[in-house]
T-cell receptor, first 114, second 113 residues
Framework: QQQVKQSPQSLIVQKGGISIINCAYE??????FPWYQQFPGKGPALLIA?????SEKKEGRFTISFNKSAKQFSLHIMDSQPGDSATYFC?????????????FGTGTKLQVIP | KAGVTQTPRYLIKTRGQQVTLSCSPI?????VSWYQQTPGQGLQFLFE???????NKGNFPGRFSGRQFSNSRSEMNVSTLELGDSALYLC????????????FGQGTRLTVV
């Protein structure tokens, strides 16, 4: 019930293309879904997050799509750039109160080639 | 505002030794979580501390322990080190417990030889 499944494990996208990373969860109690971006030698950094009361959230070139009934959410990176090359982690959590820990996906290594 | 600070950045230890890692959270953050990151296993949750109490624990053996001080700084200890403990250990701080809006430090790269 605590798993978050992330795919693909790695992704190569041409510069200017769209990068899509998918995640699926099991625990319907999750109510906060962040995405983290990690560059080599750095810790993960919060990129964008969504709550299940909305189906989409957009920040610049980054968009999260959320499908509550399917228990799936995805990250879309529009006009992908070489600087976006990093590892991306999705996560899920129950954000208010309680003791539930954040559960991370296994990560997607994105490479954007010129 | 200073970010999450982890020390040391790099550490080499021998099998059987013990190690202590330190984490200073963002000022005002009361929750500190620890994660182990390895190429094969991704980010694995170790434990979370809030108000000096361990609130959550992952599936790691008792050799992994931690504590939090009154100023929210946290330490993580690994005893009887094994080769498989070689990993990047990440600390994340957040305002409250179980908060996914977490801010990570750069991590401590532990190598066990």
């Amino acid at each position: 019930q605590q798993q978050v499944k992330q795919s693909p494990q790695s992704l190569i996208v041409q510069k200017g293309g769209i990068s899509i990373i998918n995640c699926a969860y099991e625990n319907t109690a999750f109510d906060y879904f962040p995405w983290y971006q990690q560059f080599p030698g750095k810790g993960p950094a919060l990129l964008i997050a969504i709550r299940p009361d909305v189906s989409e959230k957009k920040e610049g070139r980054f968009t999260i799509s959320f499908n509550k009934s399917a228990k799936q959410f995805s990250l879309h990176i529009m006009d992908s750039q070489p600087g976006d090359s990093a590892t991306y982690f999705c996560a899920a959590s129950k954000s208010s109160g309680g003791y539930q820990k954040v559960t991370f996906g296994t990560g997607t290594k994105l490479q954007v080639i010129p | 505002k200073a970010g999450v600070t982890q020390t040391p950045r790099y550490l080499i230890k021998t099998r059987g030794q013990q190690v202590t890692l330190s984490c200073s959270p963002i000022s005002g953050h009361r929750s500190v979580s620890w994660y182990q990151q390895t190429p094969g296993q991704g980010l694995q949750f170790l434990f979370e501390y809030f108000s000096e109490t361990q609130r959550n624990k992952g599936n790691f053996p008792g050799r992994f322990s931690g504590r939090q001080f009154s100023n929210s700084r946290s330490e993580m200890n690994v005893s009887t080190l094994e080769l498989g403990d070689s990993a990047l250990y990440l600390c994340a701080s957040s305002l409250d417990q179980g908060n996914a809006e977490a801010f990570f430090g750069q991590g401590t790269r532990l190598t066990v030889v």
